[in-house]
């Protein structure tokens, strides 16, 4: 076999690479520059490298803070903030822990592309060469660091990144003389990197996008050893020169675009999540940006409409009473939420008919046997007239929707309800046998504890409106109606109260929230609006597990 087809061989074989192809860009140029040319050309087709680094800490940042630069907002956007969301410097050194982590792991995992071309040595021709295999090996961060920079961009400074890359370089060549050599030789290239990224927060489509192009690598030590170090010096020299210019042209390339790359795809993770958690079927929160966001050098905030979504219903918020200094910076991280979400969420489900509920059997037997005296067993007889619990229906819903105020001692509900008690006896018709509406008004304190939310009622106060039982027309017995409204205070409330909070909490654990430990949680109402706040920690790697998985 001549010599070119043997070369066209080799040749062809890498060609079959993923930068296959490069060697006709470079055909019969020995330039300096050609060779640079065919570096970039070769980094154009190389397939992306599933590096998470520091795009990891963004998208971690971007769950908790959703921020914008470039959108329009109105005349006044405070007024129309409905939630705010603050994340203090202590959780950003949390996340920049986990950082380190989800580096090491995103490296070892990396696909780094293959490479192949042509190079030209004096007296020995044409060497046609391909990289193939690379991996990266023992790699190791000394340090990350992480700054807020005031009204600029977040500073992620990752020292001292020590990597050993290990793969495959193939070559053949044919000297003055017609001399034919083809080789296969290991080479382990040893490196220190630092990485700097400053990641500018913008907004594209009322939703967030990170801009990481700010970033930097800096190398202090690439050291390429070959196989033994047995081969010539001259091949040593040259694939030393080559090899440590592709290395670090992929690296500030590919490394930098996948930060940005992964950054924004966790910002849309986030959002997505963000936008699902407070989405239930028709009713949603619109949760796009109410206005520019605040980097300080202790925390991140950022202003969200949170105006109810449902069919036709329309809602407007312009009066918020938000400002900065109604949040400090000891959690980590701070919700704040306006009174008005509160009642338009609750107007949402009215006009969703939620409002209802229907009581029977062993809890209909709760609610009317709460003692055990003289009226309470004359009331059972006369509305229930002998027919059990479980042939009974007790129907209780809101006849308009709830009135929501938050105040210091608690959050205050409002709403007048109705009660329809209809028994079904064996072998008749249903029958009602009692019908009133009432106005309730109950304060509330909720707290957060054990991954349940707890809804504890204070006081209520009940006030009838409409009475109307089979067994009494004239609606003249006193100690009856006395009776109910206690066993509506004491277990009529809490009843309803208990069913709800399975729910709440049912939202609050899933649809990824579990990622999260949360830590010390307070739920703390003043007039107009509430604040939770909380710590967090990601347990066992949980975040690096899910991400290994999800990305």
């Known amino acids: 076999m001549s010599f070119d087809n043997r070369r066209k061989q080799v040749m062809s074989c890498f060609e079959r690479a993923p930068l296959g192809g490069m060697k006709a860009a470079l055909a019969g140029r020995e330039s300096v520059t050609s060779q640079r040319a065919l570096l970039r050309l070769g980094m154009l087709w190389a397939g992306r490298m599933r590096l998470g680094s520091s795009g990891i800490f963004v998208g971690i940042l971007l769950v908790l803070v959703h921020t914008?630069?470039?959108?329009?907002?109105?005349?006044?956007?405070?007024?129309?903030?409905?939630?705010?969301?603050?994340?203090?410097?202590?959780?950003?050194?949390?996340?920049?822990?986990?950082?380190?982590?989800?580096i090491q792991a995103a490296f070892r995992n990396a696909n780094f592309p293959n490479i192949t071309g042509e190079r030209s040595v004096r007296l020995l021709g044409k060497v046609a060469y391909g990289l193939s295999n690379i991996q990266v090996n023992d790699l190791s961060i000394e340090q990350s660091e992480v700054e807020l920079k005031e009204n600029d961009a977040i500073?992620?400074?990752?020292?001292?990144?020590?990597?050993?890359?290990?793969?495959?370089?193939?070559?053949g060549y044919a000297g003055a003389w017609f001399l034919q050599l083809f080789h296969s030789v290991d080479f382990e290239i040893e490196s220190s990197i630092?990485?700097?990224?400053?990641?500018?927060?913008?907004?594209?489509?009322?939703?967030?996008?990170?801009?990481?192009?700010?970033?930097?690598?800096?190398f202090h030590k690439l050291t390429l050893h070959l196989q033994g170090d047995k081969e010539p010096g001259w091949l040593k020299q040259l694939f030393t020169d080559f090899i440590s210019f592709t290395l670090k042209f992929v690296l500030k390339r590919e490394v930098c675009n996948e930060i940005n790359y992964l950054?924004?795809?966790?910002?849309?993770?986030?959002?997505?999540?963000?936008?699902?958690?407070?989405?239930?079927?028709?009713?949603g929160l619109d949760i796009s940006l109410a206005s520019d966001p605040l980097i300080k050098a202790n925390y991140l905030e950022s202003h969200h409409k949170g105006l109810v979504m449902y069919k036709n219903y329309s809602d407007v918020f312009s009066d918020s009473v938000f400002s900065p200094s109604l949040l400090s910076e000891s959690r980590m991280l701070y919700f704040w939420l306006s009174e008005h979400i509160l009642n338009s969420l609750?107007?949402?489900?009215?006009?969703?008919?939620?409002?209802?509920?229907?009581?029977?059997?062993?809890?209909?037997?709760?609610?009317?046997?709460?003692?055990?005296?003289?009226?309470?067993?004359?009331?059972?007889?006369?509305?229930?007239?002998?027919?059990?619990?479980n042939d009974s229906v007790a129907k209780v819903w809101s006849l308009t929707h709830p009135e929501i105020s938050l105040q210091p001692e608690g959050t205050v509900v409002k709403s007048l309800v109705a009660v329809e008690i209809n028994i079904f006896?064996?072998?008749?018709?249903?029958?009602?046998?009692?019908?009133?509406?009432?106005?309730?008004?109950?304060?509330?304190?909720?707290?957060?504890?054990?991954?349940?939310?707890?809804?504890?009622?204070?006081?209520?106060?009940?006030?009838?409106?409409?009475?109307?039982?089979a067994a009494d027309p004239s609606e003249n017995?006193?100690?009856?109606?006395?009776?109910?409204?206690?066993?509506?205070?004491?277990?009529?409330?809490?009843?309803?109260?208990?069913?709800?909070?399975?729910?709440?909490?049912?939202?609050?654990?899933?649809?990824?929230?579990?990622l999260f430990e949360i830590r010390?949680?307070?739920?703390?109402?003043?007039?107009?609006?509430?604040?939770?706040?909380?710590?967090?920690?990601?347990?066992?790697?949980?975040?690096l597990d899910f991400l290994q998985k999800g990305f």
């Open 68 to 102: 914008a630069a470039a959108c329009e907002f109105g005349p006044v956007p405070d007024r129309a903030t409905g939630i705010v969301c603050r994340m203090t410097k202590p959780a950003a050194l949390l996340l920049n822990q986990e950082t380190a982590q989800v």
């Open 155 to 171: 500073d992620i400074a990752i020292k001292n990144v020590t990597a050993v890359f290990k793969g495959t370089l193939t070559y």
């Open 194 to 218: 630092d990485l700097q990224i400053n990641i500018k927060l913008m907004c594209q489509e009322d939703q967030v996008a990170a801009d990481a192009s700010d970033c930097y690598l800096s």
């Open 263 to 283: 950054a924004q795809v966790l910002a849309n993770y986030v959002h997505d999540l963000a936008a699902n958690f407070v989405r239930d079927e028709d009713i």
């Open 346 to 389: 609750a107007s949402a489900a009215f006009l969703d008919e939620r409002l209802v509920m229907n009581i029977s059997g062993k809890k209909l037997q709760a609610l009317f046997e709460i003692e055990d005296t003289e009226v309470q067993q004359k009331a059972v007889q006369l509305i229930f007239q002998g027919t059990s619990y």
């Open 425 to 469: 006896p064996p072998g008749e018709e249903s029958l009602m046998v009692l019908y009133m509406e009432k106005e309730i008004t109950v304060t509330i304190q909720a707290a957060y504890a054990e991954k349940k939310l707890i809804l504890q009622p204070l006081d209520s106060r009940i006030e009838f409106k409409v009475f109307k039982w």
């Open 477 to 514: 017995d006193q100690s009856i109606r006395n009776f109910l409204q206690k066993m509506i205070s004491v277990v009529g409330i809490p009843e309803v109260i208990s069913r709800i909070e399975p729910a709440l909490t049912s939202l609050m654990n899933s649809k990824g929230l579990h």
């Open 520 to 543: 010390n949680p307070e739920i703390i109402t003043r007039k107009g609006y509430l604040i939770v706040q909380l710590d967090f920690s990601f347990p066992n790697h949980l975040l």
